[in-house]
């Protein structure tokens, strides 16, 4: 089974940019779509980018389209999510999750609901503040 781990987060202030990373270990992550996720104080959680196992297909949600970019990294085994012009509102505990794998590597982003089965990371923090 595949094991994913965030790292990237850390306080920056407004307009500034990080570069999140979800690395796999026990399974090529090329085999997964990843999906990014992330929860602020008080609020449900909230799918924000994906990216199908191929490659392929991205999504991102309304208000981080433009603003963030999803990217495989194979040959790391990574997905990096860049996010650019954070915002407060930007604050939250970003988590990265595997759906299941398929053979040969799918090209659809699964629905958010498709990840509550899946594998998950413990998350990384990110404080956007001036």
């Known amino acids: 089974q595949v094991q994913v781990v965030e790292s990237g987060g850390g306080l920056v202030q407004p307009g500034d940019s990080l570069r999140l990373s979800c690395t796999a270990s026990?399974?090529?992550?090329?085999?997964?779509?990843i999906g990014w996720f992330r929860q602020a104080p008080g609020k449900e959680r909230e799918g924000i980018s994906c990216?199908?196992?191929?490659?392929?297909?991205?999504y991102y949600l309304d208000g981080v389209e433009g603003r963030f970019t999803i990217s495989r990294e194979n040959a790391k085994n990574t997905v990096y999510l860049q996010m650019n012009s954070l915002k407060p509102e930007d604050t939250a505990v970003y988590y990265c999750?595997?759906?299941?794998?398929?053979?040969?590597?799918?090209?659809?982003?699964?629905?958010?609901?498709?990840?509550?089965?899946?594998?998950w990371g413990q998350g990384t923090q990110v404080t956007v503040s001036s």
């Open positions: 990216i199908s196992a191929s490659g392929w297909t991205t």
């Open positions: 026990g399974w090529p992550l090329n085999y997964y779509a």
């Open positions: 999750a595997a759906e299941r794998p398929t053979i040969p590597p799918g090209s659809n982003c699964p629905l958010p609901v498709e990840f509550e089965s899946g594998f």
